[in-house]
């Protein structure tokens, strides 16, 4: 299965959609810090976000320090974004508060 490259204006409308992901600044992915109470809340949205990543067979770039997790989304395959990553950071959006 062939997986295609998101084109300019998709990228650009998927961005306006996800006001927390940013471009990284090679284009060909998208980045976002996500910011929780404690470690504990961020070890559990990492968790779920896992579930989904291996349903989808698309795995997000990320480490988490206590708080924070910092995730990078790109599709290899591609060779940068992709829907699958646009169905991410959806996905990732619908676990995060207001």
């Given amino acids: 299965m062939t997986i295609s490259r ?3 204006d998709q ?3 998927i961005l306006a959609e996800l006001p927390r992901w940013r471009l990284r600044s090679d284009g060909l992915a998208i ?3 996500l910011k929780f109470a404690d470690f504990n809340e961020a070890f ?3 968790t779920r976000v896992a579930l ?5 067979d698309h795995h997000p770039e990320w480490f988490n ?3 924070t997790v910092h995730m990078t989304l790109t599709t290899h395959d591609a060779g940068g974004l992709s829907q699958r990553d ?3 950071a959806r ?3 619908t676990l995060l508060p207001g």
Avoid: C, I, N, Q
């Fill in 31 to 33: 980045e976002a810090e």
């Fill in 52 to 56: 989904y990543a291996d349903k989808a």
């Fill in 11 to 13: 990228r650009d409308a």
């Fill in 65 to 67: 320090v206590y708080s």
């Fill in 6 to 8: 998101l084109t300019a």
């Fill in 86 to 88: 646009a169905d991410m």
């Fill in 91 to 93: 996905f990732v959006e």
């Fill in 44 to 46: 559990g949205f990492m």
